[in-house]
C-alpha cells in the first residue's frame, strides 16, 4: 500500500513540474519556430539573410545568459528551496514571452524593435536557466531508489513537447487565418497565449510541497549558505562540474539543437521546403520519437548512464553527413523530371506599410509530386518609385518546393533518426547530473554545467552553423549545405572522448561532502 501511495505521489510531482517546465520550453521555442517570420517583423527587411542572421543571433542571446540564470536561481535554489525559485522562472518566462508578441515592428519604432526583442528573450534565457534544474532535482529528489532516470526522463520529454507544442500552435494559427493575416497580426497569437497556459501553471504549482531530500537537508541546517562558493570554489567539487560539462552535457547540447532546431532551418532555408510542411514534419517525427527518451531514461537505471549518452554522441559524429546529404537531395530539383512547362500567373498588387508590392507566381511540377513556387515580387514605394533591395534591384525571389507521398515520409524518417539520437543523450543526463552532486549544492552544480552545454554550445549552434554553410556558398563550395554540420560534429566528438575517459561508475551518488 505505502508503495501505491508513494507511486501517486510522484506522478502528481512529474504532473505540476512537468507541466511548468513544458510551457516554459515552449515559450522559449516558439521564438525560434517562428524565427523566419520574426526576421521580417524586428529587423531592417532590405536585407532577407542579414535579418535572419540577426535573428538566430538574438534567438541564441537567450541561450549564452542561460548559464547566469543557473547561478543565480540555482544559488536561490539550494538556499530558500526549489519549489518558490521554479515558481518565480514560470512568471518570468511567461511574462517575457507575452511582451514579444507586443511589440512594434521595425518600420513602427525602428532599432527600438530589435533591441527591446533581445531585452526579453534574455530574461527569457535567465529564467529557462533556473527553470530546468530546479525541475529536474526536484523530481530526482522525490523519485525511489534506483529508478532515478526513468521517472526524471519524464522531465526531458517537456522540452521536445514544448517544440512541439508550439509547432502545433503556429500550424493551427496558420490555418485559421489567412496568409496575409498571420503575416500581419498572426504570428502574434502563439506568443500571447503563453500568458494564460503560465497562469495556469502557476495555479497548479502554488500548491506544491518543497522536496523531501531538501526538506530533511534544511531541517538538520545542512543547507548551503554559499552554493557558489562550495560548487565552484572547492577543486574537488569544480572537477565534477567541469567533467559533467565537457564529457556529458556539451554533446548533448549540440546533439539536442542539431535534431530538432537545425533541421527545421535546413528544410526551410536550403531545402527551401514549405514552411508549413518542414513543421508538420518535425512534429510528426517528435510526436513519434518523443516516448524513447522514457525508454532510454529507464535503461540507464539499468545499465547506467555513461554508455547510452555516448552512443548517442558517436551516432550522431558517424552519421550526420549522411543523413542531411539525403534530406539535401530529396528537394533537390536537378534531380528531377518536369511534368510540363512552368505556369505563370499575373501579378497581384499588396499594400504595404509605406508602399506596396507586385508579386507573381511561377508554378512548376515534377514527375514524383514534387512541386516548385517561384515568387517575383518587386517592391514600390507609395509614388510608384522602385523600392531597392540589397542586391540592388527591387525584385525579390522566394522558392518554396512542396513534396508528397514516399519522399514526405523519407524526410519524415530521417528527422526521427536524429531525434533518436536526441533521446540517447538527453533522456539519461538530469539523472545523471543529480547524481553526482549532495543535496545542498545540487540545484547550482548541475545547473551551471547543464546550460553551458545547451546554452553555449548548443544555443550557438544554428547561428554557427547557418554561418559556416553561407561562407561555403559564397565560396562555392558544391556541399556548402554540408559544411554547418562540422560544429556539431566536432563538438560530439571531443565530449564522446573524454566522457569515455573519464566518466565512471563511482561518479554516480558520489557523496562530497
Known amino acids: 500500500m505505502q508503495e501505491q501511495v508513494s507511486k501517486k505521489g510522484i506522478w502528481k510531482v512529474i504532473g505540476a513540474s512537468s507541466l511548468g517546465t513544458l510551457i516554459e520550453w515552449y515559450d522559449f521555442f516558439i521564438f525560434g519556430s517562428l524565427s523566419i517570420v520574426i526576421s521580417t517583423k524586428f529587423f531592417p527587411a532590405d536585407n532577407p539573410t542579414a535579418a535572419f542572421l540577426s535573428t538566430l543571433a538574438t534567438f541564441a542571446a537567450g541561450f549564452v545568459v542561460r548559464p547566469f540564470g543557473a547561478l543565480f536561481f540555482g544559488r536561490l535554489g539550494d538556499m530558500i528551496g526549489r519549489k518558490y525559485t521554479f515558481m518565480v522562472t514560470l512568471i518570468l518566462m511567461g511574462g517575457a514571452t507575452f511582451l514579444i508578441g507586443c511589440i512594434p515592428s521595425y518600420d513602427s519604432i525602428g532599432y527600438f524593435a530589435p533591441a527591446i526583442v533581445l531585452v526579453l528573450r534574455l530574461l527569457q534565457g535567465l529564467a529557462l536557466g533556473g527553470e530546468y534544474g530546479g525541475a529536474a532535482t526536484y523530481v530526482a529528489e522525490h523519485a525511489p531508489k534506483g529508478e532515478r532516470g526513468y521517472w526524471t526522463s519524464w522531465i526531458q520529454t517537456t522540452a521536445t513537447f514544448g517544440l512541439f507544442i508550439s509547432l502545433v500552435v503556429i500550424l493551427i494559427t496558420r490555418a485559421l487565418l489567412s496568409e496575409a493575416q498571420f503575416d500581419q497580426w498572426g504570428w502574434r497569437v502563439p506568443f500571447l497565449l503563453s500568458i494564460l497556459m503560465v497562469y495556469v501553471s502557476y495555479l497548479i504549482r502554488k500548491n506544491m510541497d518543497e522536496s523531501p531530500e531538501f526538506q530533511k537537508a534544511k531541517s538538520e541546517g545542512k543547507t548551503s549558505k554559499s552554493p557558489l562558493q562550495e560548487s565552484f570554489g572547492n577543486k574537488y567539487n569544480l572537477k565534477f562540474v567541469l567533467l559533467a560539462l565537457f564529457g556529458a552535457a556539451m554533446g548533448q547540447g549540440v546533439v539536442w539543437y542539431t535534431g530538432q532546431f537545425y533541421s527545421m532551418s535546413f528544410m526551410k532555408t536550403v531545402m527551401n521546403l514549405d514552411s508549413d510542411q518542414a513543421d508538420m514534419i518535425l512534429g510528426i517525427a517528435l510526436l513519434f520519437a518523443t516516448p524513447f527518451f522514457v525508454v532510454f531514461g529507464r535503461l540507464s537505471d539499468r545499465i547506467g548512464r555513461k554508455w547510452v549518452m555516448l552512443t548517442g554522441m558517436l551516432l550522431a559524429v558517424l552519421t550526420y553527413r549522411p543523413i542531411y546529404e539525403a534530406m539535401y537531395q530529396v528537394t533537390n530539383l536537378k534531380n528531377k523530371t518536369e511534368v510540363a512547362a512552368a505556369v505563370k ?127 561555403a556558398k559564397i565560396s562555392n563550395n558544391p556541399t556548402f549545405y554540408l559544411e554547418g554540420l562540422w560544429y556539431p560534429i566536432i563538438i560530439s566528438a571531443v565530449c564522446f572522448i573524454i566522457g569515455a575517459l573519464y566518466i565512471n561508475k563511482n561518479m554516480v551518488a558520489k557523496d562530497l561532502d
Open 345 to 471: 500567373s499575373e501579378p497581384v498588387e499588396v499594400s504595404t506599410e509605406n508602399g506596396f508590392d507586385k508579386i507573381s507566381t511561377t508554378q512548376t511540377t515534377y514527375t514524383d509530386g514534387t512541386s516548385l513556387k517561384t515568387s517575383e515580387t518587386a517592391h514600390y514605394f507609395a509614388n510608384g518609385v522602385e523600392k531597392p533591395n540589397s542586391e540592388g534591384t527591387n525584385i525579390t525571389v522566394k522558392n518554396t518546393v512542396h513534396i508528397e507521398g514516399a519522399n514526405y515520409f523519407y524526410l519524415i524518417f530521417l528527422i526521427f533518426i536524429q531525434v533518436i539520437y536526441i533521446t540517447l543523450v538527453y533522456g539519461p543526463i538530469a539523472a545523471f547530473l543529480v547524481e553526482i552532486f549532495p543535496v545542498k549544492i545540487r540545484y547550482t552544480s548541475m545547473s551551471l554545467p547543464y546550460h553551458i552545454g545547451n546554452g553555449i554550445f548548443g544555443g550557438l549552434l544554428p547561428a554557427v552553423s547557418t554561418y559556416l554553410a553561407s561562407n
